[in-house]
């Protein structure tokens, strides 16, 4: 079918979105929008990955657009402060690129070098001053947007956000594994991975700088909030899975919930997509409600105090970025190059990635 997409021009263009991909509640529900510092926002962080050596000068030339990294971000922080917001696509951005890099280790199997990147971004997010120089342009990224980062709140949070973050980097290690030796996730061991490799906690935490205030662990944690949060994340990562199963399976793949699905429940692939589908509609309906309840939660935050008021706002914002998230989430997957395999020379390569082993001087 035929959305309309509000995300890059200020005039809407008819998106071809694919039946099976294709989720009206989305399109008549989740209205979208963007930052306004989305246009600065995009020239930024182009000038940046190319600054940080982190992307070829032709594939910035040719694909940094076109990838709409920028636009994902900017349809998901809004309110957040300018400064704020670009240091979140910049990472981001970096993000899209270790994954890539990740992604290129395996398919060569340059088992050594992803060992050396691993260890190297654990110190890099420990100490990122020390490696703003690092001759590896992947953790010298990470230094300069993590160092950008923990300039916006105490250091609780960003002591937090590095915990998170370490998480990250050993599931993608576990990932590695996996992909190397062909292993295939069981459903279960799958979606516990999948929560930390697409960084549930992280994006969720950086609703906080979005928002100007650091959530105590009572309000984080608290189990209204935490749903919600919970559902927005849950929702991208499985409706990322739903779309990029053509890509994945073309790679040699094992990471994906269908895929987990075919091999270990004896669904068939078309099942597999169906029951995949199924559970990401089961977020959105779950949100809508979840979403109430988080907003009351806010409500009863406001207990006549300046903190207490300062707290519900701060709820608040965040709340109604989980619910942009979902829009966000969904038409970056039909705008973005990252999944037009069909586009591509070689199903199995995307023609946006370096294959060239990287950081090994």
Not at 46 to 57: C, D, Q, S, V
Not at 167 to 194: H, K, Q, S
Not at 276 to 300: K, W
Not at 325 to 345: A, I, K, L, T
Request: aromatic share 10%; with cysteine.
């Amino acid at each position: 079918m035929h959305a309309l997409s509000h995300g890059t021009t200020s005039t809407p263009t008819a998106i071809a979105v694919p039946p099976s991909l294709s989720l009206p509640v989305i399109e008549a529900a989740f209205p979208r929008r963007l930052h306004p510092y989305w246009p600065r926002l995009q020239e930024r962080t182009r000038a940046w990955l190319l600054e940080k050596r982190l992307m070829p000068a032709d594939k910035v030339e040719e694909h940094a657009d076109g990838l709409c990294y920028t636009d994902l971000m900017a349809g998901y922080y809004l309110g957040a402060p300018d400064d704020v917001l670009q240091a979140i696509a910049d990472y981001s951005a970096w993000f899209f690129v270790w994954d890539d890099r990740h992604d290129r280790d395996i398919v060569h199997g340059r088992t050594a070098a992803w060992r050396r990147l691993r260890d190297r971004l654990h110190a890099a997010l420990d100490s990122p001053e020390a490696h703003l120089r690092h001759e590896d342009p992947v953790v010298a990224g990470l230094a300069d947007s993590v160092l950008r980062l923990y300039s916006f709140l105490p250091q609780t949070w960003n002591a937090r956000f590095a915990r998170h973050f370490h998480a990250v980097i050993e599931a993608y290690d576990r990932e590695f594994r996996n992909r190397t030796e062909g292993i295939v996730p069981t459903v279960e061991e799958y979606l516990a991975l999948r929560r930390l490799t697409f960084a549930h906690r992280i994006w969720t935490d950086l609703l906080e700088p979005s928002a100007e205030c650091e959530l105590p662990d009572p309000v984080r944690k608290h189990p209204a909030y935490r749903r919600a949060a919970l559902l927005s994340q849950e929702f991208a990562a499985w409706y990322n899975d739903l779309c990029s199963l053509p890509k994945e399976i073309a790679g040699d793949e094992v990471h994906n919930l269908g895929i987990s699905l075919v091999i270990h429940e004896g669904l068939t692939l078309e099942e597999a997509i169906a029951e995949v589908r199924r559970r990401v509609e089961e977020c959105i309906t779950e949100f809508l409600a979840a979403e109430q309840e988080a907003l009351r939660f806010a409500e009863e935050l406001a207990d006549g105090t300046v903190r207490g008021k300062e707290l519900s706002a701060a709820v608040r914002a965040c709340v109604h970025n989980m619910r942009n998230w979902f829009s966000s989430v969904y038409w970056f997957h039909h705008e973005s190059g990252r999944y037009m395999v069909d586009d591509w020379d070689d199903r199995s390569t995307p023609p946006y990635v370096n294959n060239e082993a990287a950081g090994e001087k």
